[in-house]
């Protein structure tokens, strides 16, 4: 999923608009074009005997994307990861270090009781602590480990609690490959390459990058199903009325294939539930985010080209 900035002009795919600049306001939902009323998306479809690792770039994400699906997952008993890649530490309101530091803890406390209500337990959630904001500085500018990032927000240069770790494109990878090999996952969510928003761009670059090494090193056998969600793109979620309930696939997302998976009316409840438990992102994305309440959820199965050459660029 690196498509977007080291593969767009190399491999002539097509460049994603500028992410939304944190704090702004997203574009409002409803309004793109949808597949046509006649096509049929297809019910979305697990491997048998799923182990799940799923990738959010920041807290909250998790819940908007898949909540639904994580509190199916959860209540089978289907071994289960989920990842914050990020803290989610950035805020323009925030004036010192401090304060980005603990916003980035908030959201972690977040984080663990929207998951509450969706019966993932503390011991399947990671927090990996990479830079909010900064992930496509790692791919693109500091992918070696001498020449880590550091946050223009929280002042540091490495995740909290992570000895030997930094924040740089080879580390975060590394990071990312472990899980998935210490894991074994059948099924790998992740965010969609083309979200516009670059933090989540990113994080399936890197998903991507870790899956393609350890594939190439024969860890992975067999190799794992992939699907993505899409949280930022323009006129996202697609609805329709006169309910509003229902999340449509937007017809002009390339590379996309869409699946859809129907929520029973427990399974929206506790997303619901585990969506008001973000209580510093509703402050500043209310609507945005109550538009994710549907009695479905889309997932997307990328064009295997479009991977390819994302794991191409490093």
């Avoid at 503390?122 to 001498?146: I, K, M, N, Q, S």
């Avoid at 969510?189 to 928003?197: A, K, N, Q």
């Avoid at 002009?252 to 699946?259: G, I, Q």
């Avoid at 209580?279 to 309440?293: D, I, Y």
């Amino acid at each position: 999923m690196a498509v977007l900035a080291a593969v767009g002009a190399a491999a002539g795919l097509r460049w994603l608009a500028p992410a939304p600049r944190p704090g702004a306001s997203p574009a409002p939902p409803g309004s793109a074009p949808s597949a046509p009323p006649a096509a049929v998306v297809p019910p979305l479809a697990l491997p048998a005997h799923p182990r799940v690792v799923v990738f959010a770039p920041h807290p909250d994400d998790e819940t908007v994307g898949l909540g639904g699906l994580l509190v199916r997952l959860a209540r089978a008993h289907v071994p289960l990861r989920v990842v914050f890649v990020t803290n989610g530490d950035f805020d323009v309101e925030r004036p010192t270090d401090a304060d980005y530091v603990a916003l980035g803890e908030l959201r972690q406390r977040e984080a663990l009781a929207a998951l509450g209500h969706l019966g993932v337990a503390r011991r399947d959630v990671r927090f990996l602590g990479f830079p909010d904001g900064g992930l496509a500085e790692l791919w693109r500018a500091h992918w070696l480990r001498t020449h880590p990032y550091t946050s223009p927000y929280t002042k540091e240069s490495s995740p909290p609690d992570a000895e030997g770790v930094g924040y740089d494109g080879q580390d975060l990878t590394s990071v990312v490959s472990g899980i998935l090999r210490d894991f074994g996952p059948t099924l790998v969510v992740m965010p969609h390459p083309y979200d516009t928003h670059l933090d989540h761009a990113h994080a399936s670059y890197f998903v991507t990058e870790a899956l393609s090494e350890l594939e190439a090193s024969g860890v992975l056998a067999p190799v794992p199903t992939v699907l993505t969600y899409l949280v930022h793109y323009p006129r996202w979620p697609a609805l329709r009325g006169p309910g509003f309930d229902r999340e449509l696939p937007l017809a002009e997302l390339p590379d996309t294939r869409w699946s859809e998976s129907e929520l029973a009316p427990a399974e929206l409840a506790a997303k619901r539930a585990a969506l008001e438990e973000y209580r510093s992102q509703l402050g500043v994305m209310n609507g945005f985010l109550h538009h994710f309440l549907c009695r479905n959820e889309l997932f997307a199965t990328v064009d295997p080209r479009v991977l390819v050459r994302i794991a191409a660029v490093h």
